[in-house]
């Protein structure tokens, strides 16, 4: 079993920039899909980004051109980059991960994203 745990989240003003991690127990080279989701007060959970094994990655249209997605196979960690932040961008973010491409998703315990000035 792989255990996530996410970090970075903070209270941070419009217009400023968060680096989200989500650090694996073990090596993340061969993990089929990773991604963030966030689940806002009142709200349902929903997509952020997501990158495959392969590198390619998808955004919802909200963060596209905010947002970067990336990995660190040698430190086993996945990243989100957040610029240019909203109000709406608050949240608390989750990490998941799909060990194989028919395995159930495992997730994060996440970390709150507040942008209020």
Not at 23 to 39: K, L, P, V
Request: charged share 15%.
């Amino acid at each position: 079993q792989v255990q996530l745990v996410e970090s970075g989240g903070a209270l941070v003003q419009p217009g400023g920039s968060l680096r989200l991690s989500c650090a694996a127990s073990r090596t993340i080279s061969n993990i089929y899909n990773m991604g963030w989701y966030r689940q806002a007060p009142g709200k349902q959970r929903e997509l952020v980004a997501t990158i495959r094994i392969t590198g390619s990655t998808d955004y919802a249209d909200s963060v596209k051109g905010r947002f970067t997605i990336s990995r660190s196979n040698a430190k086993n960690t996945m990243y989100l980059q957040m610029n240019s932040l909203k109000p709406e961008d608050t949240a608390v973010y989750y990490c998941k991960a799909h060990l194989y491409s028919t395995s159930p998703p495992l997730w994060g315990q996440g970390t709150q994203v507040t942008v209020s000035s």
